[in-house]
């Protein structure tokens, strides 16, 4: 099984900043994605940024130039680093990746459980 654990998630005050950290266990074989997502009640899920195994990224318009995405492939680790924050950033946050395990030799799609993130005016 694979697990994905959020955190660095919290309340912080509109132009502050915050670091989300996900850790990907379990048994594996590859990792190529890993992203952030968000979704506010009420709303789709909606990327963030994505981070290729080779360290491509792409960002939300509304992220560019404040949110940077960065992995340690050797911990299996995905990073958020949000700068600059307003209170339209308040959302769910989810760790998605793209593994490959042996017991499917097959991709798939795996999702954390959210960190709430909040961001006061």
């Known amino acids: 099984q694979v697990q994905l654990v959020e955190s660095g998630g919290g309340l912080v005050q509109a132009g502050g900043s915050l670091r989300l950290s996900c850790v990907v266990s379990?048994?594996?074989?590859?990792?190529?994605?890993m992203g952030w997502y968000r979704q506010v009640p009420g709303k789709q899920r909606e990327l963030v940024a994505i981070?290729?195994?080779?360290?491509?990224?792409n960002y939300a318009d509304s992220v560019k130039g404040r949110f940077t995405i960065s992995r340690a492939n050797a911990q299996n680790t995905v990073y958020l680093q949000m700068r600059s924050l307003k209170p339209e950033d308040t959302a769910v946050y989810f760790c998605?990746?793209?593994?490959?395990?042996?017991?499917?030799?097959?991709?798939?799609?795996?999702w954390g459980q959210g960190t709430q993130v909040t961001v006061s005016s």
């Open positions: 998605n990746v793209e593994a490959i395990t042996p017991m499917t030799m097959m991709q798939y799609d795996y």
């Open positions: 981070i290729s195994s080779g360290g491509s990224t």
């Open positions: 379990g048994s594996i074989i590859s990792i190529n994605d």
